[in-house]
């Protein structure tokens, strides 16, 4: 069975960086594209970042370009987003999913980890 | 970006019910259309993708039709494990966007 776990949640600083990191197992990681999703407390859900299986092609939502890196070690089975200048809207729950579909042009997320919290705040 | 809007935002239900939840596009989206179930506390998890195909696992009670820029997901049968919040998912092209949500409880 498909499994994602995401780790490096925490309380940190506004203005500060944090590195979640998200292991695979029991599939092929290197062979799928890997996305971030997140949910604000009570929210609903809003897509981070996407990268393909050779790290050629990223995306990002324009809330988080420029400050946020999505990237892969599949040497390690492991998803990666670095997070710098964090805000108090950075604020969620961190989950990494696996494109398990696509049109294409972009994915359908077929499987999710559990998620790591990652709070902003002074 | 394109807008994903779901109705109703909470519907209230028994068991045993048929329930419809639809979800509407700001802009065309052809097929590219998948939902997912999420309990409080847990991740999501895929039901349907391409409008109307059932994701591996899924109970056949869940259906779901739909193109262009309006869909529906129906419950034909709703049991206790089916309460829970409700997400439409475009990816006709990034980014990708999510409806809002709606929140099935029980009644």
Redesign the interface.
């Known amino acids: 069975q498909v499994h994602l776990v995401e780790s490096g949640g925490g309380v940190v600083q506004p203005g500060r960086s944090l590195r979640l990191s998200c292991a695979a197992s029991e599939f092929s990681f290197s062979n799928w594209i890997m996305?971030w999703v997140r949910q604000a407390p009570g929210k609903?859900?809003?897509?981070v970042a996407?990268i393909s299986h050779d790290e050629k092609n990223k995306?990002y939502?324009?809330s988080v370009e420029g400050r946020f890196t999505i990237s892969r070690d599949n040497s390690k089975n492991t998803l990666y987003l670095e997070m710098d200048s964090l805000r108090s809207e950075d604020t969620a729950v961190y989950?990494c999913a696996r494109e398990?579909?696509?049109?294409g042009?972009?994915?359908?997320?077929?499987?999710?980890?559990?998620?790591t919290l990652v709070s902003v705040s002074s | 970006d394109i807008q994903m809007t779901q109705s109703p935002s909470t519907l209230s239900a028994s068991v045993g019910d048929r329930v419809t939840i639809t979800c509407r596009a700001s802009q065309s989206i052809?097929s590219?259309l998948?939902w997912?179930q999420q309990k409080p506390g847990?991740?999501?998890?895929?039901l349907i993708?391409?409008a109307s195909s059932l994701?591996s696992g899924v109970p056949s009670r869940f259906s779901a039709s739909g193109s262009e820029t309006e869909f529906t997901l129906t419950i034909s049968s709703l049991q206790p494990d089916d309460f829970a919040t409700y997400?439409c998912?475009?990816?006709?092209?990034?980014?990708?966007?999510?409806?809002?949500?709606t929140r099935l409880e029980i009644k």
């Open positions: 996305h609903g859900l809003e897509w996407g995306h939502a324009a989950y398990g579909y696509s049109s042009f972009a994915p359908c997320l077929d499987t999710w980890g559990q998620g | 052809n590219w998948a997912h847990k991740a999501p998890k895929l993708y391409k994701q997400y998912q475009q990816y006709n092209h990034y980014p990708v966007t999510f409806g809002q949500g």
